[in-house]
């Protein structure tokens, strides 16, 4: 997705959160310091099925999914729960909120994380960006992209990881570890999970393909 076409979406999510542009544009900014260019060839699957992993409770029980995917692309603390149940992860997606250790482990072996910088995680980015491996880190925005840091469409971690393998060419997604109606988040995250659900609808409609978590769904989704 060009940020031309994201623009819109992002404008409209900044005005239900009530997020500052400026906020996400300064920490972008802080964040294209410790980046360097990243060779997106590295997450080419085109033709291939990917599986982008939510960190919802139903994870261990759809691990199958993620097992038979060519591809395994992985919301923050997902990672680490595929990789107890013996799946690799192909690229750790994720605003360093978490398990930013995971992260930093990951890139010192040669693997890939993608991490985002917003309006609220500027200290994350300080204290961990210069640690991780750039040559095996891929920075990303949710505002205009800068420099080396990019910018692919989404909002939350596990959208994002979607928008990326739709960039990097994915035949198929599937979504292990879903969860769009997990009573135990706040109204926030809910809120979060809406906005998801909304850009899945969006990514199917553009990719003329239909994603089975959103099956039963489609006709409660506000459109975009």
């Not at 080419?44 to 994870?59: I, N």
């Amino acid at each position: 997705m060009e940020f031309t076409d994201w623009e819109p979406i992002y404008a409209a999510i900044l005005a239900d959160f009530g997020f500052d542009r400026a906020a996400d544009e300064a920490v972008r900014d802080r964040a294209a310091a410790f980046a360097e260019p990243f060779d997106l060839d590295r997450l080419d699957c085109s033709g291939a099925t990917v599986a982008v992993a939510g960190a919802g409770p139903s994870l261990e029980a759809d691990a199958s999914l993620a097992r038979d995917a060519d591809f395994v692309f992985a919301a923050s603390t997902a990672t680490d729960r595929l990789v107890a149940e013996g799946v690799a992860v192909d690229a750790m997606v994720t605003d360093l909120d978490k398990n930013p250790g995971t992260g930093l482990a990951r890139t010192e072996r040669g693997a890939v994380v993608v991490a985002h910088a917003h309006g609220d995680n500027g200290d994350l980015i300080e204290e961990w960006l210069p640690r991780y491996d750039a040559a095996n880190t891929l920075v990303t925005t949710q505002a205009a992209p800068v420099d080396a840091v990019a910018n692919y469409g989404g909002f939350t971690d596990g959208d994002r990881a979607a928008f990326l393998a739709d960039h990097c060419g994915a035949e198929r997604l599937v979504f292990p570890g879903w969860d769009l109606d997990d009573p135990e988040v706040d109204g926030v995250k809910a809120r979060k999970l809406d906005w998801a659900e909304r850009l899945l609808h969006l990514l199917e409609r553009r990719r003329g393909e239909r994603f089975a978590v959103l099956d039963g769904r489609r006709d409660g989704i506000d459109p975009l």
